[in-house]
Antibody
Framework: EVQLVESGGMLVQPGGSLRLSCAAS????????MHWVRQAPGKGLVWVSH????????NYADSVKGRFTISRDNAENTLYLQMNSLRAEDTAVYYC?????????WGQGTLVTVSS | DIVMTQSPDSLAVSLGERATINCKSS????????????LVWYQQKPGQPPKVLIA???TRESGVPDRFSGSVSGTDFTLTISSLQAEDVAVYYC?????????FGQGTKLEIK
């Protein structure tokens, strides 16, 4: 059974940094693209970033480009999202998701709150 | 970027009646390798992650009740719930998985009338 468990979300001040993790199990992690999707409180889903199975290709939404970095450790079956220069508008639940031609497995999400 | 426009923003339907949600993409999301559209429908209930209902515009995910169906005409996509059940109350999203950024529609909130 595929399991994705996000962690690392917390309250952080504007301008601060945070690293989110997503622990994966139940599938061959290195074979799949992985994504981060976020959802601000009471708002819709927004795609953030993705990374190829071997880590060689990444893409980002314009809203996070230059501030966020996606990475993965295939030996540890873990996906990461390094978030720098955080803004109030980055406040959201962050989900990781597995890509099998589409996002067919999602974690429960981790809440990031950016506030002073 | 591909813009996904859903309508309506909210919808109230009586139990047992049909619910229809629309989604329009600003450009084609047709995947040439299999001639299928890279369009996904999700259902999201409060406090839960999204759940895939329909992939490739019209292929129902395993375990999804057959009252849910998806259709396409060009760049216009439709999610239909043939007979609304109480457990179908949720927000529904479309997403294109054709090219990054993999944009979502704004969501449609479905309620019971």
């Amino acid at each position: 059974e595929v399991q994705l468990v996000e962690s690392g979300g917390m309250l952080v001040q504007p301008g601060g940094s945070l690293r989110l993790s997503c622990a994966a199990s139940g599938f061959t992690f290195s074979s799949f693209w992985m994504h981060w999707v976020r959802q601000a409180p009471g708002k819709g889903l927004v795609w953030v970033s993705h990374i190829k199975g071997d880590g060689t290709i990444t893409n980002y939404a314009d809203s996070v480009k230059g501030r966020f970095t996606i990475s993965r450790d295939n030996a540890e079956n873990t996906l990461y999202l390094q978030m720098n220069s955080l803004r109030a508008e980055d406040t959201a639940v962050y989900y990781c998701a597995k890509d099998s031609w589409y996002l067919n497995s999602w974690g429960q999400g981790t809440l990031v709150t950016v506030s002073s | 970027d591909i813009v996904m426009t859903q309508s309506p923003d909210s919808l109230a339907v009586s139990l047992g009646e049909r619910a229809t949600i629309n989604c329009k993409s600003s450009q084609s999301v047709l995947y040439s390798s299999n001639n299928k559209n890279r369009l996904v429908w999700y259902q999201q209930k409060p406090g839960q992650p999204p759940k895939v209902l329909i992939a490739w515009a019209s292929t129902r995910e395993s375990g999804v009740p057959d009252r849910f169906s998806g259709s396409v005409s060009g760049t216009d996509f439709t999610l239909t719930i043939s007979s609304l059940q109480a457990e179908d109350v949720a927000v529904y999203y479309c997403q294109q998985h054709y090219s990054p950024p993999y944009t979502f529609g704004q969501g449609t909130k479905l309620e019971i009338k």
